[in-house]
């Protein structure tokens, strides 16, 4: 799964914000928000952030049982 700091990244970002609006709210640097990235695309198994942010919107609106 994801660490906590790569949720809280992937959460802003499939909301739509900018990975440099993730950075300034999140009070880190853009590369840590940007590797962050890189590790959910990794663990997605996606090789693009809108794929990620695709996946990520599919999961998020998936019925639970």
């Known amino acids: 799964g ?3 700091a790569q949720a809280r990244v992937a959460r802003l970002v499939a909301g739509g ?3 440099a609006a993730t950075s300034e709210r999140l009070g880190v640097r853009l590369s840590t928000v940007r590797h962050h ?6 663990k ?4 693009s952030t809108a794929a ?3 996946r990520l919107h599919a999961v998020m609106d998936a019925p639970t049982v």
């Open 52 to 54: 990620a942010v695709a």
């Open 17 to 19: 914000a900018s990975a």
């Open 44 to 47: 997605l198994g996606v090789s």
């Open 2 to 4: 994801l660490t906590r």
């Open 37 to 42: 990235l890189e590790q959910v695309r990794r």
